[in-house]
Protein backbone atom coordinates (compact mmCIF):
# COMPACT_ATOMS: atom_id res chain seq x y z
CA UNK A 1 0.00 0.00 0.00
CA UNK A 2 1.39 3.31 -1.02
CA UNK A 3 -0.84 6.02 -0.12
CA UNK A 4 0.56 8.76 2.15
CA UNK A 5 0.12 12.54 3.31
CA UNK A 6 2.62 15.24 2.24
CA UNK A 7 2.50 17.45 4.18
CA UNK A 8 4.47 21.26 4.15
CA UNK A 9 3.70 24.99 2.85
CA UNK A 10 1.74 26.72 0.28
CA UNK A 11 3.66 29.67 -1.32
CA UNK A 12 1.62 32.66 -3.25
CA UNK A 13 3.55 35.68 -5.09
CA UNK A 14 1.16 37.89 -7.68
CA UNK A 15 3.58 40.00 -9.95
CA UNK A 16 1.37 42.94 -11.35
CA UNK A 17 0.62 45.51 -10.94
CA UNK A 18 1.21 45.41 -7.35
CA UNK A 19 3.42 42.87 -5.53
CA UNK A 20 1.54 40.98 -3.06
CA UNK A 21 2.53 37.54 -1.13
CA UNK A 22 1.76 35.03 1.51
CA UNK A 23 2.94 31.50 2.70
CA UNK A 24 0.91 29.03 4.60
CA UNK A 25 1.05 25.66 5.99
CA UNK A 26 -0.76 23.38 4.22
CA UNK A 27 -0.86 19.26 3.28
CA UNK A 28 -2.26 17.25 0.09
CA UNK A 29 -3.86 13.48 0.49
CA UNK A 30 -1.40 11.44 -2.22
CA UNK A 31 -3.84 8.00 -3.07
CA UNK A 32 -2.43 5.18 -5.15
CA UNK A 33 -5.47 4.38 -7.06
CA UNK A 34 -3.87 0.90 -7.48
CA UNK A 35 -5.04 0.31 -3.80
CA UNK A 36 -8.06 2.78 -3.53
CA UNK A 37 -10.43 0.04 -1.56
CA UNK A 38 -7.49 0.05 1.41
CA UNK A 39 -7.94 3.80 1.53
CA UNK A 40 -9.24 3.83 5.43
CA UNK A 41 -8.32 3.28 9.03
CA UNK A 42 -9.85 3.82 12.37
CA UNK A 43 -9.61 8.06 11.58
CA UNK A 44 -9.92 8.03 7.45
CA UNK A 45 -12.86 6.35 5.96
CA UNK A 46 -13.85 6.14 1.81
CA UNK A 47 -16.80 7.05 1.18
CA UNK A 48 -18.63 7.62 4.51
CA UNK A 49 -17.85 10.14 7.41
CA UNK A 50 -15.09 10.27 9.66
CA UNK A 51 -12.49 12.86 10.99
CA UNK A 52 -10.88 12.94 7.28
CA UNK A 53 -12.83 10.96 4.58
CA UNK A 54 -12.25 11.03 0.55
CA UNK A 55 -15.68 10.55 -1.79
CA UNK A 56 -15.70 10.06 -5.11
CA UNK A 57 -18.37 12.46 -5.87
CA UNK A 58 -16.27 15.74 -4.87
CA UNK A 59 -13.95 15.10 -7.86
CA UNK A 60 -14.56 14.41 -12.10
CA UNK A 61 -17.91 12.54 -12.62
CA UNK A 62 -20.66 11.04 -10.89
CA UNK A 63 -20.28 7.60 -10.33
CA UNK A 64 -19.35 6.09 -6.08
CA UNK A 65 -16.75 4.10 -8.29
CA UNK A 66 -13.85 6.58 -8.23
CA UNK A 67 -11.67 4.28 -10.56
CA UNK A 68 -14.50 4.64 -13.17
CA UNK A 69 -14.70 8.49 -12.89
CA UNK A 70 -11.10 9.01 -13.59
CA UNK A 71 -11.48 6.39 -16.99
CA UNK A 72 -14.10 8.32 -17.93
CA UNK A 73 -12.49 11.11 -17.80
CA UNK A 74 -9.34 9.79 -19.91
CA UNK A 75 -11.43 8.98 -21.94
CA UNK A 76 -12.75 12.58 -22.84
CA UNK A 77 -8.72 13.19 -23.94
CA UNK A 78 -8.65 9.83 -25.84
CA UNK A 79 -6.38 8.54 -23.00
CA UNK A 80 -5.91 5.09 -21.24
CA UNK A 81 -5.63 3.85 -17.64
CA UNK A 82 -1.41 3.81 -17.23
CA UNK A 83 0.20 0.92 -15.12
CA UNK A 84 -0.04 3.49 -12.26
CA UNK A 85 -2.06 6.51 -11.65
CA UNK A 86 -2.36 9.14 -7.98
CA UNK A 87 -4.84 11.28 -7.12
CA UNK A 88 -2.92 14.19 -5.19
CA UNK A 89 -5.93 16.81 -3.06
CA UNK A 90 -7.36 17.46 0.35
CA UNK A 91 -9.60 15.15 2.33
CA UNK A 92 -12.73 15.78 3.80
CA UNK A 93 -12.34 16.95 7.56
CA UNK A 94 -15.15 16.24 9.37
CA UNK A 95 -17.49 15.95 6.53
CA UNK A 96 -16.58 19.47 5.45
CA UNK A 97 -14.11 19.57 1.83
CA UNK A 98 -13.10 22.69 -0.60
CA UNK A 99 -10.16 21.63 -2.83
CA UNK A 100 -9.19 24.64 -5.11
CA UNK A 101 -6.99 22.53 -6.83
CA UNK A 102 -6.32 18.68 -7.24
CA UNK A 103 -4.25 16.80 -9.34
CA UNK A 104 -4.24 13.08 -11.24
CA UNK A 105 -0.58 12.16 -12.03
CA UNK A 106 -0.15 9.64 -14.30
CA UNK A 107 2.76 6.95 -14.64
CA UNK A 108 4.59 4.76 -17.42
CA UNK A 109 7.48 3.28 -16.19
CA UNK A 110 7.77 5.08 -13.02
CA UNK A 111 7.73 8.82 -14.67
CA UNK A 112 5.21 11.30 -14.73
CA UNK A 113 3.50 11.79 -18.28
CA UNK A 114 0.23 13.25 -17.70
CA UNK A 115 -1.27 15.41 -15.63
CA UNK A 116 -4.68 16.34 -14.74
CA UNK A 117 -5.36 19.39 -13.07
CA UNK A 118 -9.11 19.89 -11.45
CA UNK A 119 -9.72 23.51 -10.64
CA UNK A 120 -12.38 24.46 -8.55
CA UNK A 121 -13.58 28.02 -7.96
CA UNK A 122 -15.62 29.59 -5.52
CA UNK A 123 -18.55 30.78 -7.64
CA UNK A 124 -19.12 26.83 -8.06
CA UNK A 125 -17.07 26.29 -11.09
CA UNK A 126 -15.25 23.26 -12.12
CA UNK A 127 -12.62 22.78 -14.90
CA UNK A 128 -10.02 20.14 -15.31
CA UNK A 129 -6.77 21.17 -17.39
CA UNK A 130 -5.03 18.45 -19.22
CA UNK A 131 -1.33 18.83 -19.32
CA UNK A 132 0.98 16.70 -20.80
CA UNK A 133 4.28 16.61 -19.27
CA UNK A 134 8.12 16.91 -20.68
CA UNK A 135 11.03 15.79 -18.78
CA UNK A 136 13.53 18.31 -17.93
CA UNK A 137 15.75 16.86 -16.52
CA UNK A 138 16.08 13.35 -14.10
CA UNK A 139 13.51 14.72 -11.25
CA UNK A 140 11.56 18.04 -12.70
CA UNK A 141 8.67 17.67 -15.46
CA UNK A 142 7.23 20.33 -17.14
CA UNK A 143 3.63 21.11 -18.73
CA UNK A 144 1.17 23.92 -19.92
CA UNK A 145 -2.48 24.59 -20.57
CA UNK A 146 -4.32 27.21 -21.80
CA UNK A 147 -6.75 28.98 -18.40
CA UNK A 148 -10.54 29.15 -19.06
CA UNK A 149 -12.06 29.81 -15.95
CA UNK A 150 -12.44 32.49 -14.04
CA UNK A 151 -10.86 31.93 -10.26
CA UNK A 152 -9.66 34.95 -8.85
CA UNK A 153 -11.71 38.13 -9.00
CA UNK A 154 -8.21 40.03 -9.64
CA UNK A 155 -6.94 37.97 -12.30
CA UNK A 156 -8.38 37.61 -16.20
CA UNK A 157 -10.15 34.62 -17.16
CA UNK A 158 -7.45 34.19 -20.15
CA UNK A 159 -3.74 33.19 -19.86
CA UNK A 160 -1.36 30.24 -19.86
CA UNK A 161 -0.76 28.27 -16.90
CA UNK A 162 2.80 26.56 -16.75
CA UNK A 163 3.22 23.59 -14.14
CA UNK A 164 6.32 22.72 -12.83
CA UNK A 165 6.55 18.93 -10.74
CA UNK A 166 9.26 16.98 -8.50
CA UNK A 167 7.36 13.77 -7.43
CA UNK A 168 9.73 11.46 -5.49
CA UNK A 169 10.45 9.51 -3.12
CA UNK A 170 9.26 10.83 0.85
CA UNK A 171 8.92 14.42 -1.08
CA UNK A 172 6.97 16.25 -4.02
CA UNK A 173 6.67 20.01 -4.96
CA UNK A 174 4.22 21.24 -7.77
CA UNK A 175 4.37 24.77 -9.03
CA UNK A 176 1.84 26.47 -11.27
CA UNK A 177 3.03 29.94 -12.83
CA UNK A 178 0.26 31.61 -14.88
CA UNK A 179 1.02 34.16 -17.74
CA UNK A 180 -0.90 36.56 -19.61
CA UNK A 181 0.67 38.16 -22.75
CA UNK A 182 4.03 37.42 -21.74
CA UNK A 183 4.30 38.44 -18.71
CA UNK A 184 4.69 36.40 -15.77
CA UNK A 185 1.17 37.58 -13.08
CA UNK A 186 1.11 35.02 -10.23
CA UNK A 187 3.28 31.77 -9.24
CA UNK A 188 1.55 29.21 -6.54
CA UNK A 189 3.52 26.54 -5.37
CA UNK A 190 3.19 23.60 -2.72
CA UNK A 191 6.28 21.48 -1.56
CA UNK A 192 6.20 18.94 0.94
CA UNK A 193 7.38 15.93 2.68
CA UNK A 194 5.89 12.07 3.06
CA UNK A 195 4.34 11.40 5.90
CA UNK A 196 2.29 7.65 6.24
CA UNK A 197 -1.03 6.93 5.96
CA UNK A 198 -2.23 5.97 9.31
CA UNK A 199 -4.18 6.75 11.72
CA UNK A 200 -1.64 8.76 14.22
CA UNK A 201 -0.84 10.97 11.08
CA UNK A 202 -4.19 11.76 10.41
CA UNK A 203 -4.69 12.74 13.91
CA UNK A 204 -1.53 15.18 14.03
CA UNK A 205 -2.12 15.97 11.06
CA UNK A 206 -5.60 17.26 12.54
CA UNK A 207 -4.56 18.76 15.28
CA UNK A 208 -1.72 21.06 13.66
CA UNK A 209 -4.15 21.96 10.85
CA UNK A 210 -7.63 21.88 12.42
CA UNK A 211 -10.21 22.98 10.07
CA UNK A 212 -7.71 23.72 7.26
CA UNK A 213 -10.50 23.62 4.44
CA UNK A 214 -12.09 26.45 6.14
CA UNK A 215 -9.25 28.40 6.24
CA UNK A 216 -8.45 27.95 2.96
CA UNK A 217 -11.75 29.61 2.13
CA UNK A 218 -11.32 32.41 4.85
CA UNK A 219 -7.69 33.13 3.80
CA UNK A 220 -8.36 33.47 0.02
CA UNK A 221 -11.24 36.32 0.89
CA UNK A 222 -8.63 37.89 3.65
CA UNK A 223 -6.46 37.89 0.84
CA UNK A 224 -8.94 38.91 -1.89
CA UNK A 225 -9.81 41.98 0.68
CA UNK A 226 -6.30 43.38 0.83
CA UNK A 227 -5.69 43.14 -2.82
CA UNK A 228 -8.87 45.43 -3.06
CA UNK A 229 -7.61 48.08 -1.03
CA UNK A 230 -4.19 47.83 -3.62
CA UNK A 231 -6.97 49.11 -5.78
CA UNK A 232 -6.54 46.27 -8.13
CA UNK A 233 -9.34 46.23 -10.87
CA UNK A 234 -11.77 43.37 -10.10
CA UNK A 235 -13.51 41.05 -12.73
CA UNK A 236 -16.79 38.91 -12.05
CA UNK A 237 -17.38 35.67 -13.00
CA UNK A 238 -19.39 34.27 -16.25
CA UNK A 239 -22.70 31.75 -16.11
CA UNK A 240 -19.76 29.07 -17.88
CA UNK A 241 -17.48 30.01 -14.85
CA UNK A 242 -20.16 29.10 -12.46
CA UNK A 243 -20.38 25.23 -13.87
CA UNK A 244 -18.87 22.15 -13.02
CA UNK A 245 -17.18 21.17 -16.28
CA UNK A 246 -16.10 17.39 -17.20
Known amino acids: MSHHFFEGTVYHKRFTPSVHEFTYPFYLLDIDLDFLSSLKNRLFSLG ?114 RFYLQYEEGKMSLKIDLYNEGAKKLTASFKGQERPFESRTVAKLFLRHS ?18 RKGLVSYEPTPLDQIRRY
Do not use: C
Open 48 to 161: GFNLFSFKSEDHFGKHKDFKQNVEDLLEQFGLIATENMHFMTLPRVMNFVFNPISVLILFEQKRPTYLFAEVHNYSGGRVVYPVKLTQKNEKRYEGEAMKTMYVSPFLETSGEY
Open 211 to 228: FLTLWVVTRTIWQSLKLK
